[in-house]
């Protein structure tokens, strides 16, 4: 099956610094890639849709200058976490699909702990 | 709008059937999806359905009626490694993002 390869696994930083998460399909060309947060025990929350070669969608509430989505080819896309504080500690999931009716494949995650 | 409700919770006993249900109210439909999360992982897929009726694969099964808004996941010979979070999802149209349950915690106890 198709499958999508997420790094960093696991990142602990300083308050301040910033953070970039790299999202890949391997064996197939991602035209929309999505991005999700999911904080314990709860639900996946999307934070942005991911077009490549255009602008990233924002859901309401997630800050796209704090965020930052690059999505430069139909195989990479990057979230970067800029001036993490700790409440931007969570479990961060990229997912990708090829084409329309396909059903979503995950990336396997970043926790991100920000000290 | 979109809404997906699922069961927060259920438990269930090794070798047991278990069935999640989960009911949904979306703006579109292309699909819907049941996605398996383990704590500390990322989810993984488990069945689409597109079309009304049962799909099955192995000890897994997931029906959908498009009429009642309705699907259930069904889980058969219950194992201790079936203790997971099962998400509902569903695919409202096009390109769109899937919608998310808030997922069921499902508990297998010996």
């Known amino acids: 099956g198709a499958v999508v390869s997420q790094h960093p696994s696991r990142v602990i930083c300083k308050s301040g610094t910033s953070v970039k998460i790299e999202c890949r399909s391997l064996?197939?060309?991602?035209?929309?890639m999505f991005w999700y947060r999911q904080f314990p025990k709860q639900s996946l929350m999307l934070m942005a849709t991911?077009?490549?070669?255009?602008?990233?969608?924002?859901e309401q509430g997630v800050e796209k200058d704090k965020f930052l989505i690059n999505h430069a080819s139909l195989t990479l896309s990057t979230l970067t976490v800029t001036s993490a504080h700790p409440e931007d500690s969570s479990f961060y999931i990229c997912?990708?699909?090829?084409?329309?009716?396909?059903?979503?494949?995950f990336g396997s995650g970043t926790q991100l702990s920000v000290l | 709008g979109q809404n997906i409700d699922q069961p927060t919770e259920m438990t269930a006993t090794e070798g047991a059937i278990v069935q999640i249900n989960c009911t949904y109210q979306?703006?579109?439909?292309?699909?819907l999806f049941w996605y398996q999360q383990h704590a500390g992982e990322a989810p993984t897929f488990l069945s689409y359905n597109v079309l009304d009726g049962l799909e099955e694969k192995g000890r897994f099964s997931s029906f959908l009626s498009r009429s009642k808004g309705y699907s259930y996941l069904l889980l058969k010979e219950l194992q201790m490694k079936d203790s997971a979070s099962y998400l509902c999802a569903v695919g409202p149209s096009g390109n769109t993002p899937l919608v998310f349950g808030k997922g069921t915690r499902l508990s297998v106890i010996a």
């Open positions: 991911s077009n490549e070669g255009s602008k990233a969608t924002y």
């Open positions: 997912s990708a699909r090829g084409s329309l009716n396909e059903k979503l494949f």
């Open positions: 979306t703006s579109g439909f292309n699909g």
């Open positions: 064996d197939f060309q991602a035209t929309t």
